[in-house]
Nanobody, 127 residues
Framework: EVQLQASGGGLVQAGGSLRLSCAAS????????IGWFRQAPGKVREGVSC????????NYGDSVKGRFTTSSDNAKRTVYLQMNSLKPEDTAEYYC????????????????????WGQGTQVTVSS
């Protein structure tokens, strides 16, 4: 069973940075994609980023391109989301999710393409 543990959220001022981590376990191979999604109160869940553990290819939601970077440490089965130039509109609960293959990272990033989800970590950006 795949298990995901997200961490690293917190309170930061606008313009600041945070790094989220997603520790994964239960993988039977490296052929997984790990995505980050976020959900603000009253809004739909939004795809933030995705990385294929097999190819290293990445994809980002339009609202975070150029500011956020996702990376992986396959040996540690951990995926990171480096968030720079944070804005108040980045405030949300952030979730990591996983599924097999590379297709979950294809455009657009969709919740329905990920079968395993971790608990969220709250990111709050003050103005």
């Amino acid at each position: 069973e795949v298990q995901l543990q997200a961490s690293g959220g917190g309170l930061v001022q606008a313009g600041g940075s945070l790094r989220l981590s997603c520790a994964a376990s239960g993988f039977t191979s490296d052929d997984y994609s790990i995505g980050w999604f976020r959900q603000a109160p009253g809004k739909v869940r939004e795809g933030v980023s995705c990385i294929s553990l097999t190819t290293g290819s990445t994809n980002y939601g339009d609202s975070v391109k150029g500011r956020f970077t996702t990376s992986s440490d396959n040996a540690k089965r951990t995926v990171y989301l480096q968030m720079n130039s944070l804005k108040p509109e980045d405030t949300a609960e952030y979730y990591c999710a996983a599924d097999t293959g590379v297709s979950p990272c294809w455009d657009p990033l969709r919740e329905m393409d990920f079968g395993s989800w971790g608990q969220g970590t709250q990111v709050t950006v003050s103005s």
